[in-house]
């Protein structure tokens, strides 16, 4: 599996685990704490796993 695809799927589950627990939340499935831990983990992978392949051409070959 390409690096590239690996970082956009790290990336989306991440962005789920920022999405889903508000979700959770909203209906009162998850409470404030559980939310705030699942969200900041989320944030964290988001940011650091994004810039890599965001902006980025699929069909480019990378230069390594």
Known sequence: MNTSYTLK?????????VLVP????????LGLGSIKIVALIGTIGWFATTPFWLGKDPDEPSAQ
């Open 9 to 17: 799927l790290v990336s989306w589950i991440c962005l789920a685990l």
């Open 22 to 29: 508000s979700v959770l939340a909203a209906s009162g499935i």
